[in-house]
């Protein structure tokens, strides 16, 4: 079963004197997350008064934080969103979704179970456990089918995998 709530940032630290807060998205964009009208910390909803992003990070008046110490107090928060409120387009799936997903082969053998998602430099990087440990890359060239709600990932490996 999906998770309700799905961490989507971490509040790094303060902007400004009027309570506003930096928060360091970790959706796809800064903007998926700027859509989200109510923000979620420590479980307690936060309605979004107003967002602007600056240098990759989204800056949020919060409702109830008014001044920098209010904000202060937020700092290195996680920050979560309700599934909800964040439609996802065709195909696309949040990450903690794949977590666990059974990882097969193009002949439906099974190499693993995804454990982990490394987010590289230079993109994202599967880490499957099973007899051994993969490290799958996550472009179409390996990563042929994700199937989130079945719970399945069908890859290539190459030598070297």
Known sequence: MKEKFIEAGEIVNTHGVRGEVKIMPW?????????????????KPLKVLSSRIHKGALLAALEGVEDVNAAMRLKGRRVSIDRE??????????IQDIIGARVVDEAGAVIGTL????????????????????LIPAVPEFVLRTDADEGVITVRLIEGM
């Open 85 to 94: 409120d964040a439609p996802l387009a065709p195909g696309s799936f949040f």
């Open 27 to 43: 959706t796809d964009t800064p903007e998926f997350l700027r859509a989200v009208k109510t923000l979620y910390v420590d479980g």
């Open 115 to 134: 454990a982990e998602v490394i987010d590289a430099p230079a993109g994202m990087v599967y880490v499957v456990r099973g007899e051994s440990e993969h």
